[in-house]
Protein backbone atom coordinates (compact mmCIF):
# COMPACT_ATOMS: atom_id res chain seq x y z
CA UNK A 1 0.00 0.00 0.00
CA UNK A 2 1.47 3.65 -0.67
CA UNK A 3 1.17 6.01 2.09
CA UNK A 4 -1.33 8.52 1.39
CA UNK A 5 -0.45 12.30 1.69
CA UNK A 6 -1.73 13.35 4.82
CA UNK A 7 -4.73 16.31 4.08
CA UNK A 8 -6.77 17.55 6.76
CA UNK A 9 -9.19 19.36 5.05
CA UNK A 10 -10.04 16.35 2.90
CA UNK A 11 -10.54 13.90 6.07
CA UNK A 12 -13.02 16.34 7.32
CA UNK A 13 -15.27 16.65 3.96
CA UNK A 14 -15.00 12.76 3.33
CA UNK A 15 -15.68 12.31 7.09
CA UNK A 16 -18.87 14.75 6.56
CA UNK A 17 -19.60 12.45 3.82
CA UNK A 18 -19.32 9.08 5.45
CA UNK A 19 -21.04 10.73 9.07
CA UNK A 20 -24.04 11.73 6.56
CA UNK A 21 -24.15 8.14 4.93
CA UNK A 22 -23.87 6.00 8.40
CA UNK A 23 -26.20 7.62 10.18
CA UNK A 24 -28.81 7.77 7.69
CA UNK A 25 -27.99 4.46 6.93
CA UNK A 26 -28.81 3.10 10.59
CA UNK A 27 -32.37 5.55 10.39
CA UNK A 28 -33.13 3.31 7.70
CA UNK A 29 -32.19 -0.42 10.06
CA UNK A 30 -34.53 1.11 12.34
CA UNK A 31 -36.95 -0.07 10.11
CA UNK A 32 -35.69 -3.77 10.22
CA UNK A 33 -39.00 -6.19 10.73
CA UNK A 34 -41.36 -3.03 10.88
CA UNK A 35 -42.05 -1.65 7.88
CA UNK A 36 -45.38 -1.79 6.60
CA UNK A 37 -44.93 -4.53 4.09
CA UNK A 38 -42.45 -7.48 3.50
CA UNK A 39 -41.19 -5.56 0.53
CA UNK A 40 -40.57 -2.57 2.20
CA UNK A 41 -38.30 -3.90 5.05
CA UNK A 42 -36.19 -5.60 2.25
CA UNK A 43 -36.20 -2.26 -0.01
CA UNK A 44 -35.22 0.23 3.18
CA UNK A 45 -32.24 -1.98 4.38
CA UNK A 46 -30.99 -2.32 0.71
CA UNK A 47 -30.90 1.44 1.10
CA UNK A 48 -29.56 1.38 4.16
CA UNK A 49 -26.98 -1.34 2.60
CA UNK A 50 -25.74 1.04 -0.38
CA UNK A 51 -25.40 3.71 2.29
CA UNK A 52 -23.16 1.74 4.93
CA UNK A 53 -20.97 0.55 1.64
CA UNK A 54 -20.63 4.68 0.85
CA UNK A 55 -20.01 5.38 4.40
CA UNK A 56 -17.12 2.45 5.07
CA UNK A 57 -15.32 3.30 2.23
CA UNK A 58 -15.65 7.41 2.77
CA UNK A 59 -14.86 6.85 6.56
CA UNK A 60 -11.47 4.74 5.66
CA UNK A 61 -10.81 7.49 3.53
CA UNK A 62 -10.83 9.70 5.79
CA UNK A 63 -8.85 8.07 8.29
CA UNK A 64 -6.11 7.89 5.56
CA UNK A 65 -6.12 11.14 4.78
CA UNK A 66 -6.06 12.45 8.73
CA UNK A 67 -3.05 10.75 8.59
CA UNK A 68 -1.39 9.10 12.02
CA UNK A 69 -2.55 10.73 15.63
CA UNK A 70 0.87 11.06 17.65
CA UNK A 71 1.28 7.70 18.30
CA UNK A 72 1.06 6.80 14.79
CA UNK A 73 -1.81 5.06 14.45
CA UNK A 74 -4.13 5.76 11.13
CA UNK A 75 -7.29 5.58 12.18
CA UNK A 76 -9.73 2.98 10.58
CA UNK A 77 -13.37 2.68 9.50
CA UNK A 78 -14.49 1.22 12.69
CA UNK A 79 -12.17 3.46 14.96
CA UNK A 80 -14.05 6.23 13.21
CA UNK A 81 -17.54 4.52 13.28
CA UNK A 82 -18.09 3.11 16.44
CA UNK A 83 -15.55 5.00 19.05
CA UNK A 84 -16.05 8.71 18.59
CA UNK A 85 -18.43 10.74 20.59
CA UNK A 86 -21.70 13.11 19.44
CA UNK A 87 -19.72 16.45 18.99
CA UNK A 88 -17.36 14.75 16.60
CA UNK A 89 -19.81 13.36 14.49
CA UNK A 90 -20.23 15.92 11.34
CA UNK A 91 -23.20 14.51 9.45
CA UNK A 92 -25.84 16.84 8.42
CA UNK A 93 -29.00 17.07 10.80
CA UNK A 94 -31.19 16.10 7.90
CA UNK A 95 -29.65 12.48 8.25
CA UNK A 96 -30.53 11.68 12.25
CA UNK A 97 -34.32 13.14 12.50
CA UNK A 98 -36.21 10.66 13.78
CA UNK A 99 -37.75 8.22 10.99
CA UNK A 100 -41.72 9.05 12.84
CA UNK A 101 -43.64 7.26 10.69
CA UNK A 102 -43.53 6.08 6.93
CA UNK A 103 -44.77 8.61 5.24
CA UNK A 104 -41.89 11.34 7.13
CA UNK A 105 -39.44 8.38 6.29
CA UNK A 106 -40.08 9.37 2.39
CA UNK A 107 -40.16 12.46 2.99
CA UNK A 108 -36.85 12.72 4.04
CA UNK A 109 -35.39 10.19 1.29
CA UNK A 110 -36.48 12.33 -1.22
CA UNK A 111 -34.57 15.31 0.39
CA UNK A 112 -31.86 13.71 0.50
CA UNK A 113 -31.29 11.47 -2.38
CA UNK A 114 -32.23 14.68 -4.99
CA UNK A 115 -29.42 16.11 -2.68
CA UNK A 116 -27.34 13.41 -3.51
CA UNK A 117 -27.91 12.80 -7.00
CA UNK A 118 -26.12 16.17 -7.91
CA UNK A 119 -23.89 15.64 -5.09
CA UNK A 120 -22.05 12.08 -6.29
CA UNK A 121 -22.38 13.36 -10.18
CA UNK A 122 -19.90 16.72 -9.77
CA UNK A 123 -18.10 14.75 -7.33
CA UNK A 124 -17.06 11.71 -9.76
CA UNK A 125 -14.82 14.50 -11.31
CA UNK A 126 -13.22 15.27 -7.52
CA UNK A 127 -9.88 15.84 -7.31
CA UNK A 128 -9.54 13.06 -4.06
CA UNK A 129 -9.40 10.29 -6.31
CA UNK A 130 -10.88 8.22 -2.81
CA UNK A 131 -13.99 10.33 -3.18
CA UNK A 132 -14.27 10.43 -6.83
CA UNK A 133 -14.13 6.44 -6.89
CA UNK A 134 -17.13 6.23 -4.03
CA UNK A 135 -19.19 9.25 -5.96
CA UNK A 136 -18.87 6.84 -9.46
CA UNK A 137 -20.86 3.81 -7.69
CA UNK A 138 -22.68 5.90 -4.85
CA UNK A 139 -24.23 8.37 -8.67
CA UNK A 140 -26.08 4.66 -9.49
CA UNK A 141 -27.32 3.95 -6.12
CA UNK A 142 -28.74 7.37 -5.49
CA UNK A 143 -30.48 7.56 -8.73
CA UNK A 144 -32.16 4.36 -7.56
CA UNK A 145 -32.81 5.31 -4.21
CA UNK A 146 -34.14 8.58 -5.78
CA UNK A 147 -36.70 6.61 -7.41
CA UNK A 148 -37.55 4.27 -5.17
CA UNK A 149 -38.64 7.80 -2.89
CA UNK A 150 -40.33 9.40 -5.15
CA UNK A 151 -42.77 6.25 -5.85
CA UNK A 152 -43.64 6.12 -2.47
CA UNK A 153 -44.31 10.24 -2.06
CA UNK A 154 -46.58 10.34 -5.37
CA UNK A 155 -48.48 7.31 -4.28
CA UNK A 156 -48.91 8.74 -0.93
CA UNK A 157 -49.32 12.13 -1.43
CA UNK A 158 -51.78 11.80 -4.52
CA UNK A 159 -53.56 8.99 -2.39
CA UNK A 160 -55.95 8.70 0.64
CA UNK A 161 -57.01 11.24 2.83
CA UNK A 162 -55.04 10.14 6.03
CA UNK A 163 -51.89 9.49 3.74
CA UNK A 164 -51.66 12.48 2.24
CA UNK A 165 -52.01 14.28 5.33
CA UNK A 166 -49.53 12.46 7.09
CA UNK A 167 -47.14 12.38 4.20
CA UNK A 168 -47.48 16.55 4.17
CA UNK A 169 -47.26 16.23 8.07
CA UNK A 170 -43.56 14.17 7.36
CA UNK A 171 -42.52 17.03 4.77
CA UNK A 172 -43.40 20.11 6.97
CA UNK A 173 -41.14 18.06 10.03
CA UNK A 174 -38.16 17.34 7.87
CA UNK A 175 -38.01 19.88 5.74
CA UNK A 176 -36.50 22.88 7.67
CA UNK A 177 -33.31 20.68 7.70
CA UNK A 178 -32.87 20.37 3.88
CA UNK A 179 -31.28 24.42 4.20
CA UNK A 180 -27.62 22.84 5.79
CA UNK A 181 -27.08 20.80 2.86
CA UNK A 182 -26.52 23.97 0.93
CA UNK A 183 -24.56 26.04 3.74
CA UNK A 184 -20.71 26.89 2.62
CA UNK A 185 -18.55 27.44 5.45
CA UNK A 186 -14.28 28.20 5.57
CA UNK A 187 -13.60 24.76 4.85
CA UNK A 188 -15.77 24.42 1.78
CA UNK A 189 -14.37 27.31 0.19
CA UNK A 190 -10.93 26.23 -0.19
CA UNK A 191 -12.34 22.82 -1.03
CA UNK A 192 -14.50 23.68 -4.14
CA UNK A 193 -11.47 26.17 -5.07
CA UNK A 194 -9.41 23.08 -4.89
CA UNK A 195 -11.64 20.93 -6.90
CA UNK A 196 -12.44 18.61 -4.16
CA UNK A 197 -15.74 19.44 -3.01
CA UNK A 198 -18.91 20.36 -4.61
CA UNK A 199 -19.91 23.94 -4.56
CA UNK A 200 -23.50 23.96 -2.72
CA UNK A 201 -24.90 26.42 -4.72
CA UNK A 202 -24.85 24.54 -8.04
CA UNK A 203 -26.58 21.80 -5.94
CA UNK A 204 -29.21 23.56 -5.08
CA UNK A 205 -31.05 24.78 -8.09
CA UNK A 206 -31.10 20.52 -9.82
CA UNK A 207 -32.17 19.68 -5.34
CA UNK A 208 -35.08 22.09 -5.90
CA UNK A 209 -36.19 21.12 -9.09
CA UNK A 210 -36.66 17.73 -8.30
CA UNK A 211 -38.44 18.12 -5.39
CA UNK A 212 -41.01 20.75 -6.48
CA UNK A 213 -42.00 18.45 -9.53
CA UNK A 214 -42.45 15.55 -7.32
CA UNK A 215 -44.14 16.97 -4.63
CA UNK A 216 -46.31 18.97 -7.36
CA UNK A 217 -47.39 15.87 -8.93
CA UNK A 218 -47.81 14.21 -5.24
CA UNK A 219 -50.55 17.29 -4.91
CA UNK A 220 -48.20 17.98 -1.89
CA UNK A 221 -47.55 21.73 -0.53
CA UNK A 222 -43.65 23.40 -0.37
CA UNK A 223 -43.39 23.81 3.21
CA UNK A 224 -42.77 27.88 4.16
CA UNK A 225 -40.48 28.27 6.83
CA UNK A 226 -37.45 30.57 7.89
CA UNK A 227 -36.37 27.86 10.81
CA UNK A 228 -33.37 27.20 9.27
CA UNK A 229 -31.69 24.50 12.08
CA UNK A 230 -27.96 24.44 11.69
CA UNK A 231 -24.99 22.79 13.80
CA UNK A 232 -24.29 19.41 12.46
CA UNK A 233 -21.64 19.68 10.25
CA UNK A 234 -19.83 21.27 13.85
CA UNK A 235 -20.86 18.66 16.03
CA UNK A 236 -24.02 20.08 17.43
CA UNK A 237 -26.70 17.38 17.09
CA UNK A 238 -30.43 16.34 17.83
CA UNK A 239 -31.65 15.49 21.27
CA UNK A 240 -32.08 11.82 19.57
CA UNK A 241 -28.96 11.43 18.14
CA UNK A 242 -27.07 10.58 21.30
CA UNK A 243 -29.52 7.52 21.51
CA UNK A 244 -28.71 6.37 17.90
CA UNK A 245 -24.77 6.61 18.89
CA UNK A 246 -25.67 4.04 21.77
CA UNK A 247 -27.39 1.95 19.41
CA UNK A 248 -24.84 1.42 16.81
CA UNK A 249 -21.51 1.76 18.93
CA UNK A 250 -22.75 -0.13 22.08
CA UNK A 251 -21.70 -3.54 20.99
CA UNK A 252 -18.62 -2.68 19.46
CA UNK A 253 -17.44 -0.86 22.90
CA UNK A 254 -18.62 -3.48 25.57
CA UNK A 255 -17.28 -6.00 23.40
CA UNK A 256 -14.16 -4.71 21.71
CA UNK A 257 -12.42 -6.61 18.83
CA UNK A 258 -15.81 -8.83 18.66
CA UNK A 259 -16.20 -10.65 15.37
CA UNK A 260 -19.08 -12.50 13.72
CA UNK B 1 2.40 -19.13 -14.41
CA UNK B 2 -0.58 -16.49 -15.06
CA UNK B 3 -2.27 -18.95 -16.75
CA UNK B 4 -2.38 -21.22 -13.73
CA UNK B 5 -3.31 -18.22 -11.48
CA UNK B 6 -6.43 -17.64 -13.86
CA UNK B 7 -7.36 -21.30 -13.88
CA UNK B 8 -7.38 -21.17 -9.82
CA UNK B 9 -8.96 -17.84 -10.01
CA UNK B 10 -12.39 -19.43 -12.41
CA UNK B 11 -12.80 -21.37 -9.71
CA UNK B 12 -14.02 -19.04 -7.27
CA UNK B 13 -17.43 -18.14 -7.30
CA UNK B 14 -19.91 -15.31 -5.98
CA UNK B 15 -21.18 -16.80 -2.30
CA UNK B 16 -24.67 -15.79 -3.48
CA UNK B 17 -24.89 -16.67 -6.77
CA UNK B 18 -23.01 -20.32 -7.32
CA UNK B 19 -23.28 -20.42 -10.84
CA UNK B 20 -21.42 -17.10 -11.50
CA UNK B 21 -17.75 -17.10 -11.10
CA UNK B 22 -15.77 -13.62 -10.68
CA UNK B 23 -14.95 -13.38 -14.68
CA UNK B 24 -18.35 -13.84 -15.40
CA UNK B 25 -19.39 -11.25 -13.10
CA UNK B 26 -16.84 -8.84 -14.43
CA UNK B 27 -15.39 -7.77 -10.81
CA UNK B 28 -11.79 -9.48 -11.61
CA UNK B 29 -9.45 -6.56 -12.89
CA UNK B 30 -6.21 -7.29 -12.87
CA UNK B 31 -3.48 -10.21 -12.31
CA UNK B 32 -0.56 -10.13 -11.44
CA UNK B 33 2.07 -12.44 -10.37
CA UNK B 34 5.44 -12.16 -9.22
CA UNK B 35 6.83 -15.77 -8.11
CA UNK B 36 4.69 -17.16 -5.58
CA UNK B 37 2.85 -13.40 -4.75
CA UNK B 38 -0.11 -12.79 -6.63
CA UNK B 39 -1.79 -9.19 -6.70
CA UNK B 40 -5.90 -9.98 -7.77
CA UNK B 41 -7.59 -5.99 -8.22
CA UNK B 42 -11.26 -6.73 -7.73
CA UNK B 43 -14.11 -3.89 -8.08
CA UNK B 44 -17.13 -4.37 -6.07
CA UNK B 45 -20.53 -4.59 -7.48
CA UNK B 46 -22.53 -2.29 -5.28
CA UNK B 47 -21.02 -0.24 -2.51
CA UNK B 48 -22.32 -1.94 0.55
CA UNK B 49 -22.15 -5.81 -0.92
CA UNK B 50 -21.45 -7.84 1.91
CA UNK B 51 -20.38 -10.99 -0.98
CA UNK B 52 -17.15 -8.51 -1.30
CA UNK B 53 -15.61 -9.40 2.06
CA UNK B 54 -16.39 -13.73 1.31
CA UNK B 55 -14.73 -13.15 -2.61
CA UNK B 56 -11.63 -11.51 -1.11
CA UNK B 57 -11.45 -14.00 1.51
CA UNK B 58 -12.15 -16.84 -1.26
CA UNK B 59 -9.57 -15.37 -3.68
CA UNK B 60 -6.70 -15.67 -0.61
CA UNK B 61 -8.02 -19.37 -0.10
CA UNK B 62 -8.09 -20.50 -2.87
CA UNK B 63 -4.85 -19.34 -4.03
CA UNK B 64 -2.99 -20.26 -1.01
CA UNK B 65 -4.54 -24.14 -1.55
CA UNK B 66 -1.91 -23.75 -5.20
CA UNK B 67 0.85 -22.39 -2.70
CA UNK B 68 0.12 -18.32 -3.63
CA UNK B 69 0.49 -15.76 -1.63
CA UNK B 70 -2.49 -13.80 -2.65
CA UNK B 71 -3.26 -10.02 -1.76
CA UNK B 72 -6.68 -8.64 -2.96
CA UNK B 73 -6.86 -5.15 -4.00
CA UNK B 74 -9.82 -3.11 -4.32
CA UNK B 75 -10.26 -0.21 -6.83
CA UNK B 76 -13.46 1.43 -7.31
CA UNK B 77 -13.00 3.47 -10.28
CA UNK B 78 -13.91 3.06 -12.96
CA UNK B 79 -17.17 2.13 -11.44
CA UNK B 80 -18.66 -1.95 -12.06
CA UNK B 81 -21.59 -2.13 -14.07
CA UNK B 82 -23.68 -4.82 -15.21
CA UNK B 83 -22.57 -4.29 -19.16
CA UNK B 84 -19.61 -5.77 -17.53
CA UNK B 85 -20.89 -8.87 -16.84
CA UNK B 86 -19.83 -12.35 -19.15
CA UNK B 87 -22.28 -13.58 -21.96
CA UNK B 88 -21.43 -16.47 -20.76
CA UNK B 89 -22.57 -15.49 -17.23
CA UNK B 90 -26.02 -14.32 -18.11
CA UNK B 91 -26.38 -17.28 -19.89
CA UNK B 92 -25.62 -19.14 -16.59
CA UNK B 93 -28.28 -16.82 -14.66
CA UNK B 94 -30.64 -17.06 -16.95
CA UNK B 95 -30.72 -21.10 -16.84
CA UNK B 96 -30.50 -20.57 -12.42
CA UNK B 97 -33.79 -18.89 -13.07
CA UNK B 98 -32.43 -15.54 -12.49
CA UNK B 99 -33.12 -13.08 -15.54
CA UNK B 100 -30.18 -11.46 -16.65
CA UNK B 101 -28.94 -8.09 -17.00
CA UNK B 102 -29.49 -6.19 -20.53
CA UNK B 103 -27.41 -3.16 -21.38
CA UNK B 104 -27.46 -0.67 -18.84
CA UNK B 105 -28.46 1.99 -21.98
CA UNK B 106 -31.38 0.44 -22.97
CA UNK B 107 -33.02 -0.44 -19.97
CA UNK B 108 -35.91 2.03 -20.37
CA UNK B 109 -38.95 0.50 -21.83
CA UNK B 110 -36.94 -2.45 -22.42
CA UNK B 111 -39.01 -6.33 -21.96
CA UNK B 112 -38.24 -8.60 -19.34
CA UNK B 113 -38.23 -12.32 -20.50
CA UNK B 114 -39.25 -15.04 -18.02
CA UNK B 115 -36.32 -17.33 -17.11
CA UNK B 116 -38.82 -20.09 -17.10
CA UNK B 117 -40.97 -20.06 -20.19
CA UNK B 118 -39.83 -17.21 -21.92
CA UNK B 119 -42.85 -15.68 -22.13
CA UNK B 120 -42.21 -11.11 -22.11
CA UNK B 121 -45.41 -10.63 -20.45
CA UNK B 122 -43.71 -9.91 -17.30
CA UNK B 123 -44.53 -7.39 -14.52
CA UNK B 124 -42.24 -5.91 -11.27
CA UNK B 125 -43.54 -6.88 -8.30
CA UNK B 126 -41.04 -4.73 -5.68
CA UNK B 127 -37.60 -2.74 -6.64
CA UNK B 128 -35.64 -4.58 -4.38
CA UNK B 129 -34.81 -8.30 -3.51
CA UNK B 130 -32.77 -10.71 -1.39
CA UNK B 131 -29.44 -9.18 -3.04
CA UNK B 132 -28.50 -5.50 -3.65
CA UNK B 133 -28.51 -6.57 -7.17
CA UNK B 134 -32.14 -7.99 -7.72
CA UNK B 135 -35.44 -7.11 -7.69
CA UNK B 136 -38.85 -9.17 -7.59
CA UNK B 137 -40.66 -9.78 -10.97
CA UNK B 138 -42.90 -12.28 -11.85
CA UNK B 139 -44.51 -14.01 -15.36
CA UNK B 140 -47.98 -13.46 -16.33
CA UNK B 141 -48.13 -16.29 -18.39
CA UNK B 142 -46.55 -18.94 -16.47
CA UNK B 143 -47.55 -17.79 -12.96
CA UNK B 144 -44.09 -17.79 -11.32
CA UNK B 145 -42.10 -15.18 -9.59
CA UNK B 146 -38.49 -15.00 -10.54
CA UNK B 147 -35.80 -12.74 -9.42
CA UNK B 148 -34.24 -10.11 -12.21
CA UNK B 149 -30.43 -9.27 -12.02
CA UNK B 150 -30.78 -4.73 -12.50
CA UNK B 151 -29.13 -3.34 -14.83
CA UNK B 152 -26.66 -1.05 -12.83
ZN1 LIG C 1 -43.10 -17.58 -17.37
Known amino acids: MTAVQTDTDTAVYALRLGDDALV ?57 AYLRDEPEFCNALLMEVQSGDFGRTMARQLLVSAW ?31 DHARSWVLRLGDGTAESHRRLQQGLDDVWPYAAELFERDALLDRLVERGVAADPALLEPQWRATVQAVLAEATLTVPETTWRPTGGRRGQHLTGFGYLLAELQHLHRSHPGATW | MVTTVREVLATVTDPELPVLTLEDLGVLREVSVDGDEV ?31 ATVRTVLSPAWTTDWMSED ?21 RRVSCPQCGSADTEEMARFSSTSCKAMWRCRSCREPFERFKEH
Open chain 2, 89 to 109: GKRKLREFGIAPPGPVLLQIG
Open chain 1, 24 to 80: LAQRLCEWAARAPQLEEDVALLNLALDLLGQARSLLTRAGELAGPDPNGTVRTEDDL
Open chain 1, 116 to 146: QVPLWTALAASADEGIAGVAGKAVKEAAYHL
Open chain 2, 39 to 69: TVTVTPTYSGCPAMDEIRADITAALAQHGYR
